[in-house]
């Protein structure tokens, strides 16, 4: 195993070898990830092998031989602190993203793509192409658009990095670390490093911090985004791809919204995707919607009932880039948010006492959607090369890992907090690394929810799980055992050798000493308790949150399995929803596969429940696997209900694959249909290509079985068969 990063005390002989090694490869990474050479090209010339890493080339790899001292790899050089001090700034609150009136979006949204002409950049082969790069007709059409119309509309850009000059943390300064929201907000990790420029950061609208978006039951969202990077697509600072499509991470909508990976859409267009916000269920359970516990908080702090089954409420999602083959590169450059889905249940207002709402930290003054005391964090490790700007290396397949951690895209800051109850709502949005979380003082704290939704009960703990990729952990934090003054922090157990999984997890004591090898490992976000609160917290853990659904009564359709391997075939050729990569996955025990976005790969028919195993082909690695659109339940662990943590009892939408290991799920499929995606979430193993696709696609019309497949182009999308159908998906 060899270190990713040389230890900041390497000879500066060594670091400067390193540096050159990295300046060398500069271009042959700038021409891959622009298109303008391929990895088969990479393979023939002898500078990758066919699994996918980068051969030890002296003065080209950073696992080269050194020169200054033989057989010891050189590493990467580390990311310079051009003198910057761990937990020397405040932390930023994400930036909420403005509720608009529908009314407000020009053109109006229609239920088919709009396919209205406009002028095609000369970069992208000039002529005309539609505004939206939706795919056209009714098999994309927004499904339930007329029943349940847009009302409130979210308009986003993709951008690269600009100043922000309306930042809105939805929450005064005293709340938000005494930060000044009507100063700009530079696009920075750091107020002494460097500002990124605008083709190696990209986020929504262009700017720091990441955004969120606010959401509650019975009140679709308009999502539309626009897609405002260069035409130019080496304008691109050595990593990432202009053509995007945004994932509303497990949201329970139709496919035409999901994000799907080859339903891209490229500069100069947008994308309008209608985020219903419905319970699962709404067709076959509490149909008349007389529960008070399926509804959505009103604006008099009441409810109004919703049909579908309560005990599929959601709480916390994120959204990011999915682009077939470059998701990994665009996540990391910035295309990441955060969404907080508020209920009946989850009110965001902990003092509503209706026998209903869980009144769990948040805050009382509206009737929804306080973040005084529900804080987003987002943790991503990063890097960056030594001029500051945010560096990729995408020749390491197993996985790419930072030496510099980040929380809302910060460098190491610190936050303050009152003491009483805190709801922290943290995403593991990295691409490859896991964490493992706990506080400095090894004090107990509640796990409530994992991924988008609250456990059946909380879970006590001092430390958690390790944290996959894509996971959200909602824990509370009770700070009122603690003094004003005082301080403590959150610290990352996992240590990483490699992007293939954690190494270990130390121990509390271990990944304080400072010794690791690491740099991720350790403090990394500071709490400094400055106040008692103003008023006394009403706040809750109850003992009882979200129960799981009963499926006694609903029958198993069918039962598949699906391993996920390295050394992949690929049995198509298509030219762009083909890709080759080292690592795939075999269906039923059929051959393992790279990805292929025209392939279907299971047809869970509507209406039914299945049963699916996932399963670690071994190698050492350890695969996060996320299937969209549907959340499951985990029956087993290894063969075992018993292997099953209390923390994985609820709802999911990542499946965390031990090396070696496998997970049983059930799942339904109801509601929507359409074309929907299975991958790995370290996403460097994704792009490199594991991943597939499965659909539902007999629901009536004007669905067809099998779907076709889109084709995007700038001048317009098209449609083409599959290129292959797996003997077992459709049964």
């Given amino acids: 195993m060899r270190s990713v990063y040389l230890s900041p005390k390497a000879s500066r002989a060594r670091l400067r070898e390193a540096e050159n090694a990295r300046n060398n490869r500069r271009e042959i990474v700038k021409a891959y990830s622009t298109g303008q050479i391929s990895r088969r090209d990479l393979i023939r010339w002898g500078v990758i092998t066919a699994g996918g890493l980068l051969l030890p080339i002296n003065g080209l790899s950073p696992f080269a031989s050194s020169v200054y001292a033989d057989g010891i790899p050189t590493g990467a050089p580390p990311s310079p602190l051009f003198g910057v001090q761990p937990f020397t700034q405040p932390m930023p609150r994400f930036d909420v993203l403005p509720r608009n009136a529908v009314a407000t979006l020009n053109p109006a949204p229609t239920r088919e793509a709009n396919t209205t002409q406009q002028p095609v950049p000369p970069e992208l082969g000039g002529g005309f192409g539609p505004i939206e790069g939706r795919p056209p007709g009714p098999i994309w059409a927004h499904q339930l658009f007329d029943q349940f119309p847009p009302r409130v509309a979210i308009d986003v850009t993709q951008e690269g990095a600009k100043t922000n000059n309306v930042y809105n943390p939805g929450v005064p300064s005293s709340l938000n670390s005494g930060i000044n929201a009507s100063s700009s907000f530079p696009c920075r990790f750091h107020p002494n490093l460097p500002n990124q420029r605008p083709d190696k950061l990209w986020t929504f609208m262009g700017t720091l911090p990441p955004k969120l978006m606010i959401g509650r039951y019975a009140e679709p969202i308009l999502f539309r985004h626009h897609n405002r990077l260069s035409a130019d697509v080496t304008n691109n600072g050595g990593f990432g791809r202009h053509t995007i499509t945004t994932h509303e991470h497990n949201g329970h909508h139709g496919a035409e919204n999901d994000g799907f990976t080859g339903a891209y859409f490229f500069p100069g267009e947008f994308y309008d995707y209608h985020y219903p916000i419905l319970l699962a269920g709404l067709r076959s359970i509490n149909t008349a919607a007389t529960d008070p516990r399926a509804g959505s908080p009103n604006d008099a702090g009441g409810i109004t009932n919703v049909p579908g089954d309560w005990r599929e409420t959601m709480s916390t999602h994120w959204f990011h880039d999915h682009m077939f083959s470059f998701t990994a590169q665009n996540v990391y450059k910035g295309m990441a948010g955060m969404f907080n889905i508020y209920s009946a249940l989850d009110r965001g207002n902990e003092a509503i006492n209706d026998g209903v ?90 796990q409530i929810a994992n991924d988008g939704n609250l456990l059946p009960n909380p879970v006590l703990l001092t430390e958690t799980d390790e944290m996959g990729i ?76 979200i129960p799981n659904p009963d499926l006694t009564n609903v029958p198993v359709a069918a039962e598949r399995v699906f391993e996920f391997n390295r050394g992949a075939g690929q049995t198509t050729n298509d030219p762009v929803t083909t890709f080759f990569g080292p690592w795939g996955i075999a269906t039923d025990g059929g051959e393992t596969l790279a990805a292929d976005f025209g392939r279907i790969s299971a047809g869970p028919r509507f209406g039914t429940r299945e049963i699916w195993t996932l399963k670690n082909g071994g190698g050492g690695w350890d695969h996060p696997i996320h299937i969209h659109f549907e959340e499951g339940q985990i029956l087993a662990r290894d063969g075992s209900a018993a292997n099953v943590p209390a923390a994985e009892r609820g709802r999911k ?6 090396p070696g290991g496998t997970v049983t799920i059930t799942m339904q499929f109801r509601d929507f249909g359409g074309m929907f995606m299975e991958h790995c979430h370290n996403t460097v193993h994704e792009d490199n290509a594991m991943l597939l696709r499965w659909e539902i696609d007999d629901s009536g019309p004007p669905f067809l079985r099998p779907l076709p497949t889109p084709i995007p182009r700038p001048q317009g999308v098209t449609f083409e068969d599959p290129t292959e159908i797996l003997p077992t998906a459709f049964r």
């Avoid at 996992?494 to 509390?508: F, S």
Wanted: proline residues 5%.
């Fill in 653 to 658: 939408d990542v499946y965390r694959l031990h």
């Fill in 470 to 545: 894509a996971e959200r952990y909602d824990i509370v934090i009770d700070f009122s055992r603690y003094a004003v003054g005082q301080k403590v922090w959150m610290v990352n157990l996992t240590e990483h050798e490699d992007g293939r999984g954690p190494k270990q997890d130390l121990t509390l004591n271990e990944a304080l000493a400072g010794q690791s090898s690491d740099p991720c490992v350790g403090k990394f976000l500071e709490f400094d308790i400055v106040r008692d609160p103003a008023q006394p917290d009403v706040s809750q853990v109850p003992a009882v949150l």
């Fill in 357 to 446: 709402n869980l009144r769990l930290p948040s805050g009382t003054a509206k009737s929804f959607g306080n973040l005084d005391y529900d804080v987003n964090l987002m943790l991503a490790d990063k890097a960056w090369d030594q001029n500051g700007q945010l560096f990729f290396d995408i020749f390491n397949f197993d996985g790419f890992l930072g030496d510099a951690m980040t929380v809302n895209l910060a460098y190491k800051p610190f936050f303050q907090v009152e003491r009483r109850k805190y709801r922290f709502r943290i995403l593991n949005g990295a691409v490859s690394r896991f964490f493992k979380l706990t506080l400095s003082d090894g004090s107990p704290f509640f």
